[in-house]
């Protein structure tokens, strides 16, 4: 498809004038995805130094920075419960294909997908891009967010990319590190530095043409915004939610410090004389001289319990947006309630149909963008055209284990299911049910035996209020 922004004025011209007049704007935007990826990768300790530190006294902060916590990540661990689409890998119709059915294997797919998954859903948008490697000659995938990336929008339709550009670094024949950016409209690519001055992309393309006739990339919108192409807000609750968490904790730790060590005080005509450092130890008593001296401790007490209350609170507070909440972090699939599992399904299941929508589309476009790319260098028929789809995974149900256990007893007492299958319910590495079948007999008959023997297995495995029957064993 033709770009009009580009129909009377050549890439260059338009380019120029994007990077002038958003500067400050691409700036802004880029460094906001940056601090949403550092949080994501456990590298947000700058981040929160920055934002505590115009809040105290600078030499209070000196003291204060040392407890610094980013250990409660919210954003990574939300960002990690909620991309399911990709926990168990999808089904590709793909046909006969052998071509793309190795395309798809050396690429490692799903794993590539589950990243995707991921990127998408901590910053709304992310671009994939299908490139080409000469020297394998193989398809290429390379992840772009808008930590690195920049758009240009189509006329009319603000939502699309008429060109792209980023950023790349590497090292030159001296080993010293360059940088220069890269430049893709439908028709035209090449490499332009930071005073926007253009170069060709390689040498063999003097003419800065892009071999594939079209933008080399597929876009991912999670949450689009009508008539933007980046949704920078989307989830901004949960990225300044795990900032002040990470404040909250910091300034607890700090607390530890005071109810361990009380705060001394001294009154003395000779008090400006008395050093600001004194040695506090039970072993080494303090001199203080001068008429009516007198030394005491400031006993400050503060609530440590009910502070992580406090802070357990505001965490629930913005994970109930995503169908989630602290105790889902902190207990086992075993210890979680059958009632927070419940919601726990629901806020996924939801999440789930709302997104899948947009992984379809993404999946056939890439599908589609590999055979262009695959057939720009192998030939036009190299991968024919396919009637591709895909099934996606059905999502796991999480249960309560004593449910689950109860519905399996019922389903097997009225003959919904046979001991077999009852059996590899609760045991799935077990696919055959004749050996499952076996198994449970003989697991019945050696329970029936060491019964036989005397022993009360309700006593050692059913829990302590289980009595001793007559025949019970005694030492």
């Known amino acids: 498809m033709s770009v009009d922004l580009f129909k009377d004025r050549s890439a260059e011209v338009v380019l120029q004038s994007y990077l002038k007049a958003k500067e400050k704007e691409e700036e802004k935007r880029r460094r906001a995805a940056n601090e949403r990826l550092s949080i994501f990768n456990d590298d947000w300790v700058d981040i929160l130094e920055t934002m505590m530190a115009d809040q105290f006294n600078p030499e209070n902060w000196k003291n204060i920075k040392m407890a610094i916590n980013t250990s409660q990540n919210i954003v990574k661990k939300v960002v990690g419960e909620i991309s399911i689409i990709y926990k168990d890998a999808p089904v590709r119709n793909i046909g006969e294909n052998e071509i793309l059915s190795d395309i798809y294997s050396y690429l490692?797919?799903?794993?590539?997908?589950?990243?995707?998954?991921?990127?998408?859903?901590?910053?709304?948008?992310?671009?994939?891009?299908?490139?080409?490697?000469?020297?394998?000659?193989?398809?290429?995938?390379?992840?772009?967010?808008?930590?690195?990336?920049?758009?240009?929008?189509?006329?009319?339709?603000?939502?699309?990319?008429?060109?792209?550009?980023?950023?790349?670094?590497?090292?030159?024949?001296?080993?010293?590190?360059?940088?220069?950016?890269?430049?893709?409209?439908?028709?035209?690519h090449f490499k332009f530095d930071d005073k926007g001055n253009v170069l060709p992309p390689t040498d063999d393309n003097p003419d800065k043409e892009n071999p594939f006739k079209v933008l080399p990339f597929v876009v991912l919108h999670l949450n689009p915004i009508p008539a933007l192409f980046w949704n920078t807000s989307g989830g901004n609750d949960l990225i300044d939610g795990t900032k002040l968490i990470g404040m909250k904790r910091t300034l607890k730790d700090y607390l530890y410090k005071w109810q361990s060590f009380k705060q001394p005080w001294v009154r003395a005509q000779n008090a400006d004389k008395i050093p600001d450092k004194m040695l506090s130890d039970p072993s080494k008593p303090w001199k203080i001289w001068g008429e009516g001296s007198e030394v005491g401790f400031l006993d400050l007490q503060a609530d440590i319990r009910q502070l992580d209350e406090t802070i357990k609170a505001d965490m629930n507070a913005f994970l109930n947006i995503y169908g989630l909440s602290?105790?889902?972090?902190?207990?086992?699939?075993?210890?979680?309630?059958?009632?927070?599992?419940?919601?726990?399904?629901?806020?996924?299941?939801?999440?789930?149909?709302?997104?899948?929508?947009?992984?379809?589309?993404?999946?056939?476009?890439?599908?589609?963008?590999?055979?262009?790319?695959?057939?720009?260098?192998?030939?036009?028929?190299?991968?024919?055209?396919?009637?591709?789809?895909?099934?996606?995974?059905?999502?796991?149900?999480?249960?309560?284990?004593?449910?689950?256990?109860?519905q399996a007893q019922w389903d097997l007492d009225h003959g919904l299911i046979s001991p077999a299958q009852f059996y590899m319910m609760f045991n799935p590495d077990c696919e055959n049910e004749d050996d499952a079948e076996k198994i449970i007999i003989d697991n019945m008959a050696k329970t029936k035996d060491m019964q036989g023997k005397g022993f009360n297995l309700q006593k050692y495995f059913g829990g302590a209020d289980a009595g001793f029957n007559q025949g019970d064993v005694t030492k």
């Not at 262009?372 to 996606?392: C, L, Q, R, W």
């Open 108 to 188: 490692n797919i799903d794993e590539f997908m589950k990243r995707v998954n991921k990127y998408g859903t901590l910053l709304n948008d992310v671009l994939i891009r299908v490139g080409w490697d000469a020297y394998l000659e193989q398809i290429t995938l390379d992840l772009h967010t808008p930590a690195n990336t920049s758009v240009i929008q189509r006329d009319n339709y603000p939502e699309q990319a008429a060109a792209v550009y980023y950023k790349v670094e590497y090292a030159d024949s001296a080993f010293q590190t360059k940088s220069e950016n890269i430049f893709w409209s439908d028709f035209e």
């Open 326 to 406: 602290t105790d889902m972090f902190a207990a086992t699939p075993d210890q979680s309630s059958g009632k927070a599992l419940e919601v726990k399904n629901r806020g996924l299941r939801d999440l789930r149909q709302a997104q899948l929508p947009y992984f379809r589309n993404l999946e056939y476009d890439l599908c589609e963008m590999i055979r262009t790319v695959y057939n720009t260098y192998k030939g036009e028929n190299a991968i024919p055209e396919i009637e591709f789809s895909i099934d996606f995974a059905e999502m796991d149900v999480f249960t309560d284990p004593m449910e689950k256990r109860n």
